[in-house]
């Protein structure tokens, strides 16, 4: 008998060889290591207020949703935090998915498809590259933060009203590897001559960038405008699990009535929407939470940058240290985990072979004491490896 698992036996053979295995590695609830690879940027994962909520929640309304949010799966919880949502950040609607994730290929696969131009950024999250691929449109794949090349796309399709092909532009707002924030203002300046739509992740800004932390696009005076949507993650600084899409209420209705991410899938668990629903009411109630993330996470680049380390310039809670080789990421974020440090480690297939790096976040939580020490043991590893 043909072994018909032997084609991923050898793919699994030379993803070994190339030093591109993944791993899982599984915390343990007593886990000690100062922990600067987590995205839980406001610190309120473990915050009594949120798990509190979400025990009262599971309490009441049981473990899971029950089934799709057109079924059984909405509960006032849902609303509810929709409607919080949207307020925060100065939209008119929103709507809750089961992850950041199939927020966005909702989102995308929805509002563009066959005969849509998508216009996308070279550097956005995995998921809105994988709407774009799933949206059967023609997807034109722009150069990172390069707005003229986002025009150019748009100049190359139709003008006439009359027979104008749809056309989409996709960012996010703050990218999750460099750590780097999209020109918004630009980009919608641009969207709006040419009579598109622009989808904005923000899931690395809610929390951390902007007033209060209401995100990049509020941040940038867009939230609100009937030609942006935008797309958050819970599982960031909310701490908890989900995302939603939040933008004019005739985008949120279509959505409901299209997007399959949403319709064929389980709601939200009761408890991750209420843990949410709690983060953002700490957030409302201690709006310096977000400017003690940027200046952690500028603390930390500055530091790591006077020890000679090439460090992007944070915009948000990402600090990116550059180091080159595959290997030499790898080894080094080992060896951190062993001198008690998680940072993470973005090597290829992630990023291209020559930018591998170590990204470490900064949190809400960490004293300047835990920052120092976090710098000083990157400097000391990246010194040896």
Known sequence: MTDPLAPLRSVAGARAAAGMRRTLRPRSVDDSVLDLASNDYLGLARDPRVTEAAAAAAKAWGAGATGSRLVTGSTVGHHDLEDALAGFIGTDAGLVFSSGYLANLGAVTALAGPGTLIVSDAQNHASLVDGCRLARGEVVVTPHRDVAAVEAALTGRSTDSSSAAPALVVTDSVFSVDGDLAPLADLHAVVRRHGALLLVDDAHGLG?????????????????????????????????????????????????????????????????????????????????????????????????????????????AVVSVLVGEPGRALDGAARLLEAGLRVGCFRPPSVPDDVSRLRLTARADLTDADLDRAAKAVLGVLAEV
């Not at 009937?226 to 819970?234: A, R, S």
């Not at 960031?236 to 995302?243: H, P, V």
């Not at 389980?266 to 991750?272: I, M, V």
């Open 208 to 316: 951390v960038v902007g007033e209060g932390g209401r995100g990049a696009v509020h941040a940038a005076g867009l939230a609100g405008e009937p030609d942006v949507v935008v797309t958050v993650t819970l599982s960031k600084s909310l701490g908890a699990q989900g995302g939603a899409v939040l933008g004019d209420p005739v985008v949120i209705e279509h959505l409901v009535n299209t997007a399959r991410a949403f319709i064929f899938d389980t709601g939200l668990a009761p408890a991750a929407v209420a843990a949410a629903a709690a983060a953002l009411e700490v957030l409302r109630a201690q709006p310096q939470l977000a400017a003690s993330v940027r200046s952690g996470a500028e603390r930390l680049a500055r530091t790591l940058a006077a020890g000679g380390l090439r460090v992007t310039e944070p915009s948000g």
